[in-house]
């Protein structure tokens, strides 16, 4: 399994962010260095984006490096401790930042706990907005400012990463535009998020404080073993839950979107262009959020406050975990 990472070295003073694999032993293998050393072309990975832009060389390059650590034959500036590095978002500057609504149950759920019927158009396109790809977050401490403090929410998703340009982009062929997946929390102000939406230009402030994504990423050729065809595109069946303060609250599975990723990227490719490193979110999975929660009676008026701590845990895709702290 390739479990793709950015991260920075606690012990340089560069803050130079670098690609890296983890291994299952808890190890973090430095891509360029073990590339270098197995007699490749270095800059294929100088950074996330790059490493998806040249998948066809830098996947096979990535399961060498694994075989290589395995079998002891990567020298040892190729290889560092986990405890000795800053784990990242994977990708820390997406190129853009889209955000689905591909869960039925979630969006009727809702609807319902507004005490309106569900919306027919759901079922006519998968619809998105942006949000901010300049405020995303990996794991660890989520700085949060105290306007956004009220009603703070969490939700439960899973996002893709494009691999490659395209437009006009057919659902049938759009699952070859993936290079892979990882698990996103699309934090959410509800206070200020509700009141903005009245002005019916969708969610603005009330998202745009934060995105966390990763620990890592893992490319769709690792998950063939979870995944299910279809004619309207892939999907994947891998149970998603969240946790906060080491209590359970969400159970959900990623293989119930009602629009897979691929009729997304038919809808968001219509009429433009896409390229590599872009993310796309799902979604949030049924019962992956306060606002759902809470309007269903299944906790009581709860949301977020500074010192949560929030876990996210997706079959294959890890746990990304973070600590609401206070932004003053």
Request: proline letters at 6%; aromatic letters at 8%; hydrophobic letters at 35%.
């Amino acid at each position: 399994m390739i479990k793709l990472i950015s991260f920075t070295n606690k012990n340089s003073s560069s803050h130079l962010i670098s690609v890296g694999l983890i291994t299952d032993d808890q190890k973090v293998i430095h891509y360029m260095n073990a590339s270098q050393s197995l007699g490749h072309d270095p800059k294929l990975g100088l950074s996330m984006i790059s490493l998806i832009e040249n998948e066809s060389q830098t996947l096979p390059i990535c399961f060498e490096i694994l075989e290589a650590y395995k079998n002891k034959k990567l020298p040892e500036p190729s290889t560092l401790p986990l405890h000795s590095v800053t784990i990242l978002a994977p990708i820390p500057r997406p190129v853009s930042m889209r955000d689905g609504y591909a869960f039925r149950q979630h969006v009727e759920a809702a609807r319902r706990n507004r005490g309106v019927p569900m919306i027919p158009e759901f079922d006519h396109f998968p619809v998105f907005y942006f949000t901010n790809h300049l405020a995303v977050t990996g794991p660890g401490d989520l700085k949060v400012s105290p306007l956004a403090q009220e009603k703070l929410d969490f939700e439960l998703e899973v996002a893709i990463v494009t691999s490659k340009s395209g437009k006009n982009i057919p659902a049938k062929n759009a699952d070859e535009y993936i290079f892979g997946y990882m698990i996103m929390n699309d934090w959410s102000a509800r206070a200020l998020q509700m009141e903005e939406m009245k002005l019916n230009l969708g969610p603005a402030k009330g998202k745009d404080f934060a995105t966390s994504l990763g620990p890592y990423l893992v490319p769709r050729k690792c998950l063939e073993n979870k995944r299910i065809s279809g004619d309207k595109g892939e999907r994947y069946d891998l149970n998603m839950k969240c946790f906060v303060n080491n209590i359970q609250v969400s159970n959900g599975n990623l293989k119930d979107m009602s629009w897979t990723f691929a009729q997304i990227l038919e809808r968001v490719s219509y009429g433009v262009n896409i390229f590599p490193g872009e993310v796309i979110g799902s979604g949030t999975v049924g019962t992956g959020c306060f606002l759902e929660l809470n309007g269903s009676k299944i906790t009581n008026n709860q949301w977020l406050k500074p010192g949560d701590v929030v876990r996210l845990e997706v079959d294959e895709l890890g746990v990304l975990e973070n600590t609401i702290r206070e932004d003053k």
